[in-house]
């Protein structure tokens, strides 16, 4: 039989263990969730996991910092698969773990504080099947124009100086447009 954790990578408790049971789980910073990261980046109730044909599906619950599995925001739900890394916003990081759990041993587990079990070594496993994810292009990154604005204006106002006395050069008319140059009368 296989068991399924979460292992925090990185954020306010690396290395802590999330054991993952039930058939519907969610995640957020409110204590009441099944898997409980208090962290700013973390909204209230931020994502969502959902046991289905022995495997967790993920969902985010629009969340203002985005849910990511392997890099790749969520625009749907997706099935996990042991390795995977979950991000909940830049800087909490998870890795997805399937383990295999002995049913006739004695599991004893704290529901007052997750374990901080380094995470066990698995045996090789045939790769499951799973439907092919759906991402939400990310945002495309703003870029300032203004210093962009102002050095195209500078230069186009030095080209028109430098062609205006260029041309008052030629056409000698030095007297004409400055008077107070000595020579003029």
């Not at 909204?43 to 985010?60: A, I, P, W």
């Not at 990081?93 to 374990?115: C, E, F, H, Q, W």
Request: hydrophobic content about 40%; some cysteine; overall charge neutral.
């Amino acid at each position: 039989m296989a068991q399924f954790q979460f292992v925090m990578r990185s954020g306010p408790t690396p290395g802590v263990t999330f054991p993952l049971e039930g058939d519907q789980l969610t995640i957020g910073r409110d204590a009441n969730n099944g898997v409980a990261i208090n962290d700013a980046e973390v909204s209230r109730k931020h994502s969502r996991l959902t046991f289905q044909g022995g495997k967790y599906v993920l969902e985010d619950l629009g969340s203002t910092n985005g849910t990511f599995v392997n890099g790749q925001r969520l625009a749907g739900p997706v099935v996990l698969k042991a390795g995977d890394v979950v991000s909940l916003g830049e800087q909490i990081v998870l890795m997805y773990d399937a383990i295999n759990v002995d049913t006739g041993a004695t599991i004893a587990v704290s529901r007052k504080a997750p374990r901080m079990d380094p995470p066990p070594v698995q045996a090789a496993q045939p790769a499951p099947t799973y439907a092919a994810p759906t991402y939400a292009p990310l945002p495309a990154k703003k870029t300032n124009m203004t210093p962009i604005v102002i050095g195209g204006a500078v230069l186009l106002f030095l080209c028109l100086c430098v062609t205006f006395f260029i041309w008052v050069d030629q056409t000698y008319r030095w007297c004409v447009f400055f008077p107070f140059i000595s020579g003029c009368s």
